[in-house]
Nanobody, 117 residues
Framework: QVQVVESGGGLVQPGGSLRLSCVLS????????IYWYRQAPDMQRDLVAD???????NYAESAKGRFTISRDNAKNTVYLQMNNLKAEDTAVYYC???????????WGKGTSVTVSS
């Protein structure tokens, strides 16, 4: 049974940093493309960044220059390093894993990020 678990969220002041983690269990993360999404209250869920199995990365415009996605296959983990956080980054952040073989998708339950002074 594949499970996706996010962690690392919390309350941070504007300009601060957080590192989110997405851990896969029951499988090998090396077989998955990984995506970070976020959803603010009453808003749609938007893609923030993604990383392919071979390490190719993509970022939303809002994340470029501030966020870095990376993967450590040995730890079955993908990270989202978020720097210079702004109030508008406040959201629940979700990790999505897409299996390379058949495209099946698994979602985590999210981790909440609040940027406030």
């Amino acid at each position: 049974q594949v499970q996706v678990v996010e962690s690392g969220g919390g309350l941070v002041q504007p300009g601060g940093s957080l590192r989110l983690s997405c851990v896969l269990s029951g499988t090998l993360i090396s077989l998955y493309d990984i995506y970070w999404y976020r959803q603010a209250p009453d808003m749609q869920r938007d893609l923030v960044a993604d990383i392919s199995r071979n390490g190719t990365t993509n970022y939303a415009e809002s994340a470029k220059g501030r966020f870095t996605i990376s993967r450590d296959n040995a730890k079955n983990t993908v990270y989202l390093q978020m720097n210079n956080l702004k109030a508008e980054d406040t959201a629940v952040y979700y990790c999505k894993a897409r299996f390379m073989v058949d495209g099946l998708i698994w979602w985590g339950k999210g981790t909440s990020v609040t940027v406030s002074s």
